[in-house]
């Protein structure tokens, strides 16, 4: 099982909707969680973190389940900007990636 | 400006020619490592370093080596480049002091061996 799973993708969306990414990991030690964005070629970029009392950033949504060890991003009123790949990233002494959710937006 | 710079961002190279890319960050990070990306199975990391001389393996080390004399500096060394290495490498640094902190990523180098 790999560390860290997230949705295959990719999601194909019109502008204006909503959509979510899940993403699980299977060390139940993890002490911190992130969403990256990488657009296409180019570096991973810090979208949010992830608390565990799930916190919002604009239109972007992240919440937490130490639970079920899973983590989520939620878009609201997407826009063509927000295409991109979404990764989910776990911290346990260093930094495990999912392979990363591809978000297309149609006008 | 807070950045973490890789050199070349673009290299092609016939198997087996010995090359080193470079990774410099100016944030005073401890942390740093590499990672390489490949289609459908997201950033694996090749090695990391905690400070100045400590250096460890990651999920993919076979067929790299890495040096940390400076802090700043963290090249990627291929001995012997084989075709399968072609892929974009990122390096990235954070501090470790603090677990929950942003990582930042160099500009990606994208490698051909042929």
């Known amino acids: 099982r790999k560390e860290v799973e997230q949705d295959p993708g990719p999601f194909n969306v019109p502008e204006g909707a909503t959509v979510a990414f899940n993403c699980t990991y299977s060390n139940s030690a993890s002490q911190s969680f992130f969403w990256y964005r990488q657009d296409c070629r180019k570096e991973p970029k810090l979208l949010m973190s992830v608390y565990s009392s799930g916190n919002e950033d604009g239109r972007f949504t992240a919440q937490l389940n130490r639970a079920s060890q899973y983590i989520s991003l939620l878009i609201r009123d997407s826009k063509l900007s927000d295409s991109a790949t979404y990764l989910c990233?776990?911290?346990?002494?260093?930094?495990?990636f999912g392979a990363g959710t591809r978000l297309t937006v149609k006008p | 400006e807070a950045q973490v710079t890789q050199n070349p961002r673009y290299l092609i190279t016939v198997t087996g020619k010995k090359l080193t890319v470079t990774c410099s960050q100016n944030?005073?990070?401890?942390?740093m490592s590499w990672y390489r990306q490949d289609p459908g199975l997201g950033l694996r990391q090749i090695y990391y370093?905690?400070?100045?001389?400590?250096?460890d393996k990651g999920d993919v080390p076979e067929g790299y080596k890495v040096s940390r004399k400076e802090k700043r500096n963290f090249p990627l060394i291929l001995e012997s480049p084989s075709p399968n290495q072609t892929s974009l490498y990122f390096c990235a640094s954070s501090p470790r002091e603090e677990s929950n902190t942003e990582a930042f990523f160099g500009q990606g180098t994208r490698l051909t061996v042929v």
């Open positions: 990233v776990v911290n346990f002494n260093d930094m495990r």
């Open positions: 370093s905690m400070n100045v001389e400590v250096t």
């Open positions: 944030m005073n990070h401890e942390y």
